[in-house]
């Protein structure tokens, strides 16, 4: 969602009708977000194509049916796994209340900076602080 500091905003239309939307407050984190977009594409296009295919196979006269772990898992031919909890952080990794915190690295105006960022969707307003490594 576009905040009172986004100066750069990208959207995509999919073929299906998925929208993908990308917001930056500054050229640096326009590049990141464009790097991280170009990185999951591939992912982001197959698992369209795979959930619109499950749910023509899963229609019911009353509408589709709501996807278990199960059928999700074999579409995918996955195995699920227990979630992590956030108090067991990966090694070397920090965590906070909304997951594994993803570790991020640039240059600004004021030079090169490294932190973990939280991993709550970009604008939630209980967006934990970023911590900083120094």
């Known amino acids: ?40 594409s591939t992912l982001i296009a197959s698992t369209s194509y795979e959930l619109a295919k499950r749910s023509v196979f899963d229609s019911a006269p009353g509408g589709p049916a709501a996807p278990t772990v199960a059928s999700v898992a074999q579409a995918f031919n996955a195995t699920p796994v227990q979630a992590t909890p956030a108090a067991a952080a990966p090694a070397g990794g920090n965590t906070c209340r909304h997951g594994v915190m993803a570790l991020r690295e640039g240059t600004s105006a004021r030079g090169p900076w490294k932190g973990y960022m939280c991993a709550a969707p970009k604008g939630a307003t209980d967006k934990c602080d970023t911590i900083w490594v120094r």
Not at 5 to 32: C, H, P, R, S
């Open 1 to 40: 969602m576009a905040t009172e500091g986004t100066k750069f905003q990208i959207n995509y239309k999919l073929a299906d009708g998925t929208l993908i939307n990308l917001y930056a407050a500054n050229v640096q984190e326009l590049e990141t977000g464009l790097t991280d977009l170009s990185m999951v």
